[in-house]
Nanobody, 117 residues
Framework: VQLVESGGGLVQTGGSLRLSCAAS????????MGWYRQAPGKERELVAA???????YHADSVKGRFTISRDNAKNTLYLQMNSRKPEDTAMYYC????????????WGQGTQVTVSS
């Protein structure tokens, strides 16, 4: 399975951005997909996850601002990020796994998101 992220960049505080993650390869093995992020000097954290059945999880730090969605027909995962804050600045990684609950077996290369204050 290959995961390729896109959509990162520079955005001002309060702005919006949408990340995409295209999956290819043995996609039949994928169930849950999600987004992690890692800021400099910090541990990687789970931002949001979505199962193939449609259930979704969002971390408390992004609830009400970020929305995860997936288009199974296009094998693509999205993360709509609104009301961005400087503390959202991080490298964002797409991840996928074979279980209902996201336990990553596959990772994308990451896309940088920077929020200017």
């Amino acid at each position: 399975v290959q995961l390729v992220e896109s959509g990162g960049g520079l955005v001002q505080t309060g702005g919006s951005l949408r990340l995409s993650c295209a999956a290819s390869g043995s996609i039949f093995s994928i169930n849950a997909m999600g987004w992690y992020r890692q800021a400099p000097g910090k541990e990687r954290e789970l931002v949001a996850a979505a199962s193939s059945g449609g259930s979704a999880y969002h971390a408390d730090s992004v609830k009400g601002r970020f929305t995860i969605s997936r288009d199974n027909a296009k094998n693509t995962l999205y993360l709509q990020m609104n009301s961005r804050k400087p503390e959202d600045t991080a490298m964002y990684y797409c991840a996928a796994g074979g279980d209902q609950v996201l336990v990553p077996d596959y990772w994308g290369q990451g896309t940088q998101v920077t929020v200017s204050s």
